[in-house]
């Protein structure tokens, strides 16, 4: 009950409503204050975080994290400041003991009396059995006290003036600027909202973007451009840069541009670009230079040519294109290209292709300009270097065309083949290659020598070189003996309407036997003129020998005697030299002869001798004269011995030399004396040649006067006229050439010879016979004629028997394995073999003739050269001592019946070629089996003499395949369809034959 009464007075006790009205008063204000003070925090937070970021923006690109750390500590204020109001206000919501407590803080006058009240209007009293009264006599005190005071001012307001004032502070540097600068400002409320997002800062300064990374030459200086955009808000009057690894640098501004010049560098390196509140960032990257690695040009060639194109790389030269060509240039770079440019009058883009650039189809001509090529690769970097391109231009060239191998004028006799090496060059193309000749006839042939044209080579439009071989012969080609022809290779390339180029005129001079005799003897007499040459060099280094040897020993032992005596060495040494090319051109005119069978045994087996001790001379003896005289030259202290030594050799040189000389003049004197007879017969064979001529034309001649006759008759007359007038001057010569021959050698018959042609008037009588022919007394003329010739013949042969008496003296008391007869047999099978190999090339040339009618008339003029050859060896026949010569003469003679037979059908083919093959290698003497050659090389000593070689048969025929002329379808010579006269086999000749020609091809061989 009790406690029910105090309960009941306890609701009873309430605050006075004044003092209640002043404290919701309070509450009010306090509410207002501290929500305006929240609010105050939260916008300057905002302002400060935003501030701050549109400050920093002005000078750097604030980064995400500071932008999120702007924004995070923004909102995190925001909290606090909600959370605190919340807690304040809402919960937990403040009673009115808090309101109290904040109330008297501020009005100190009523100290805890206000608080107190509201703890007994609350409900909290010290004790319970306080009266009610009492209470609220209390409040109603504490009320009317409270009236004096002014609730409103009891919340404080200085934390909202300074929040209020922070506010305005910081909405005047951060709002203003952002409104001045609404760009600025929304640029920076963009970043600061969106802290994550890629928003590039607004500037005032708004630059030209440089890339992310900078390409610069390595190690080069370098500049780098910033541009000022027109839009800029602000213009600063310079830049500032910060290159990592260097110093700050500083460029001012020129019309809206900063160029910053840097250093070079080796090595990567950040550089930073600041003008006013722009920055731009980027990576700097040394590389070297793109360098042009090749320049290559297509050469369009014009189209007669027909070529393909000419792919030229070019150099640092200057290169030259042909005239009316196309030029392609194509350059290729160590990089990846951006750009590439050309620049003649002006300059002009290129196409580029990775890292390549074309300037396409380009005229020859326009080259002839200075052409300048630069490149920019796709760094930007530009060569070190422009390529500068100056071009020539040449024309086609006319082809060049020569003849190899011969001299420019040659001799020749009408049974030899004279090979032609013909090579054409041309810089683009030789189409083809031919031979053309021309010439003239002596006077006792009836027709004119027909030109003639042969095609030796086609090329084709890639072949700048042409090269053939062509065989000449006078026989396959019907150019009688007497004649001169004059030869020519042509050639001719792809321009059209050019005239074909023309090589040096080649002359041939076909001779005669007796003109070749007496050419060889000419030669000869050269050679002989040499070794006197050398002779008397030889006395002269004797001569300094002795001289030498007189001196007093200490002159001997000096210096100087050292230089003469090397002097003297290196004289023996030239001279060993020029007696091998001597013993080289000897040989050559041994081998020659051998095709003249003119020229007899014994000036061939003397002029072998020659060859065979001058080689021996010139490799033995002469260099051990010069050993010995630099041993003389070496030992000063005894240098006698060595001198009277080298003295010694110098005498058996000098001695060898006269031989020589002794030997060559022994030759030339045979050869001139054969010469005289020879000359004789060829007179004698001109006069039959008129007699027989003059038979022939004797019945429609006879009786008519010279202005009767038609032109053909006397152009004939005229001829006839001439060949006797040639004839005439022929004996004149030899009858004044006599005397000085028979000087020389004092043999008797010469000069008998000559008596007999002065009392027989033979120049008067000649010429009477000259003037019948012309006046058409062809009756009278040609007993005169027949007589002629029987004097001839006669003289000749008075001449040729005193030879032959004169040899068989010469030949006394030399004791020899081989007679004479043998020997002579011996040389004539080996000029039978030097004629048929020659023989055996022309009957190649004539089977691959396609005119039938030549085919014919070359055959039968083989079959006589056949025949010739054969009648040579008849001659022979019963003269060989030597029973396995005959024998082999026989063979040879019985392989040759069968190939004339052949060539009379007549048939130059395969078969003929395969007899005249077996023939050669018969007379080659070639031997697989075992033989006696102790015996051979004897025997061949006596004829020859024993000089070194080369081996048998490497400058004869050689072997030959199944593809070679002179084979039938691959099968041996021998297995041929043609049925054999008769004949045998090398291994049954003589063994002395055979080694006997294996030596003297040995020599011949060392021509070679």
Not at 22 to 40: D, G, P, Y
């Amino acid at each position: 009950m009790i406690n029910q009464d105090t309960a009941r007075q306890h609701d009873e006790i309430q605050l006075p409503e004044a003092l209640e009205r002043q404290l919701r008063r309070f509450t009010r204000r306090l509410f207002c204050v501290e929500t305006f003070l929240a609010l105050c925090g939260v916008a300057c937070l905002a302002l400060l975080s935003y501030g701050v970021l549109l400050y920093v923006d002005r000078f750097v690109d604030a980064p995400v994290w500071l932008r999120v750390l702007l924004i995070s500590s923004a909102m995190l204020g925001w909290v606090c400041f909600g959370l605190h109001w919340l807690h304040n206000w809402c919960w937990p919501r403040r009673d009115l003991r808090t309101l109290a407590r904040l109330a008297q803080r501020h009005m100190t006058g009523m100290g805890d009396r206000l608080l107190g009240a509201v703890e007994l209007a609350s409900g909290h009293r010290t004790e319970a059995s306080m009266s009610t009264a009492l209470c609220r006599a209390a409040l109603a005190q504490v009320a009317k006290e409270a009236t004096r005071h002014d609730f409103v001012r009891a919340v404080p307001l200085r934390r909202a003036r300074l929040a209020g004032g922070a506010l305005l502070l910081l909405v005047l540097l951060v709002l203003l600027p952002a409104i001045i600068f609404p760009l600025a400002g929304r640029n920076t409320l963009a970043r600061w909202v969106r802290p994550l997002a890629s928003i590039e800062r607004y500037t005032f300064v708004q630059l030209a973007e440089l890339p992310p990374q900078l390409h610069v030459a390595h190690g080069a200086p370098f500049v780098v451009t910033s541009r000022v955009l027109p839009g800029s808000r602000w213009i600063p009057s310079f830049a500032s840069g910060r290159l990592q690894g260097q110093g700050r640098i500083r460029a001012s501004l020129q019309d809206n541009v900063a160029d910053m010049h840097l250093q070079g560098l080796t090595q990567e390196a950040d550089l930073q670009i600041r003008i006013g509140d722009a920055t731009l960032q980027t990576r700097v990257i040394p590389m070297h230079r793109p360098e042009l690695l090749q320049v290559t040009a297509v050469e369009m060639l014009p189209g007669y040519l027909q070529r393909e194109p000419l792919v030229t790389p070019l150099g640092s030269g200057r290169p030259s294109f042909l005239a009316g060509s196309t030029v392609t240039l194509t350059g290729t770079v160590s990089r990846a290209l951006q750009e590439a440019d050309v620049y003649v009058s002006e300059s002009s883009s290129l196409p580029v292709q990775s890292n390549s650039f074309v300037y396409a189809g380009i005229e020859a001509e326009t080259l002839l300009d200075e052409h300048v090529f630069t490149w920019r690769d796709v760094y930007g970097l530009e060569g070190a270097s422009p390529y500068v391109l100056r071009a020539d231009l040449h024309a086609d060239q006319a082809p060049r065309v020569e003849m190899r191998g011969v001299e420019r004028v040659i001799t020749m006799l009408d049974d030899e083949v004279l090979t032609f090496r013909v090579r054409a060059d041309d810089d683009y193309g030789v189409q083809e290659t031919w031979v053309e000749w021309s010439g003239v006839t002596g006077s006792q042939h009836e027709t004119p020598l027909p030109d003639g044209r042969h095609m030796v080579a086609t090329g084709a439009p890639d072949r700048v070189t042409l090269e053939a071989s062509f065989p000449f012969s006078a026989i396959a080609l019907g150019i009688p003996e007497d004649s001169v022809v004059r030869l020519q290779a042509y050639a001719i390339d792809y321009l059209p309407g050019r005239e074909p180029s023309v090589s040096v005129e080649h002359e041939i001079h076909i001779l005669n036997r007796v003109e070749h005799a007496d050419a060889l003897r000419t030669r000869m007499d050269a050679v002989h003129a040499r070794i006197e040459s050398l002779t008397r060099e030889e006395e002269r280094l004797l001569e300094v020998s002795r001289d030498l040897a007189t001196l007093p020993a200490e002159q001997l032992a000096s210096d100087a005697t050292s230089a003469q005596l090397r002097d003297s060495r290196q004289a023996e040494l030239d001279n060993a030299a020029e007696a091998m090319d001597v013993a080289g051109e000897a040989r050559q005119l041994l081998d020659e002869a051998l095709r003249n069978d003119t020229i007899d045994a014994e000036a061939l087996h003397t002029w072998s001798e020659l060859v065979e001790r001058l080689t021996s001379l010139a490799q033995g003896d002469m260099p051990m004269t010069a050993q010995a005289l630099d041993q003389a030259a070496a030992q000063s202290d005894e240098r006698t011995p060595a001198l009277e030594s080298a003295m010694q050799l110098q005498e058996q040189v000098l001695e060898e030399l006269r031989r020589l000389e002794q030997l060559a003049n022994q030759t030339v004197e045979n050869m001139l004396a054969r010469n005289f007879v020879n000359r004789l017969r060829q007179v004698a064979a001109n006069e039959r040649q008129i007699h027989d001529r003059m038979i022939h034309h004797l019945p429609e001649f006879v009786g008519l006067a010279p202005d009767a006759l038609s032109d053909m008759q006397r152009e004939e007359i005229e001829a006839l006229a001439a060949l006797q007038e040639q004839a005439r001057y022929e004996a004149g010569t030899i009858q004044d050439d006599l005397p000085g021959f028979f000087s020389r050698t004092r043999q008797g018959a010469y000069f008998e010879v000559f008596e007999q042609m002065q009392e027989k008037q033979t120049m008067d009588g000649l010429a009477a016979l000259h003037e019948k022919i012309a006046y058409n007394r062809m009756f009278m003329a040609i007993g005169v004629a027949a007589d002629w010739e029987g004097q001839f013949l006669a003289w000749a042969d008075l001449l040729r028997d005193a030879q032959d008496s004169d040899g068989d003296g010469d030949g006394e008391g030399e004791e020899e394995e081989w007679s004479d007869a043998d020997i002579e047999v011996i040389f004539g099978l080996l000029r039978a073999r030097q004629r048929e190999e020659t023989l055996r090339e022309q009957t190649r040339m004539a089977s691959q003739t396609a005119d039938e009618e030549r085919h014919a008339r070359v055959a039968q003029r083989l079959a006589d050269i056949q025949e010739d050859i054969a009648a040579g060896l008849r001659e022979l026949d019963g003269t060989a001592e030597h029973p396995g010569l005959q024998e082999l003469l026989l063979a040879v003679i019985g392989e040759m019946d069968e190939a004339t037979a052949l060539l009379n059908r007549p048939r130059a083919d395969a078969d003929v070629i395969a007899i005249q093959t077996v023939i050669i290698e018969m007379l080659s003497g070639s031997d697989d089996g075992d033989g006696e050659g102790g015996a051979g090389m004897q025997m061949m000593q006596a004829i020859l003499g024993s000089m070194p070689g080369s081996g048998l048969m490497e400058g004869g025929p050689g072997p030959q395949t199944a593809d070679e002329p002179g084979w039938v379808d691959g099968t041996d010579p021998d297995d041929r369809g043609v049925e054999r006269a008769g004949g045998t086999v090398a291994q049954d000749w003589p063994v002395e034959y055979r080694d006997a020609l294996q030596e003297f091809y040995n020599i011949m061989d060392g021509a070679q």
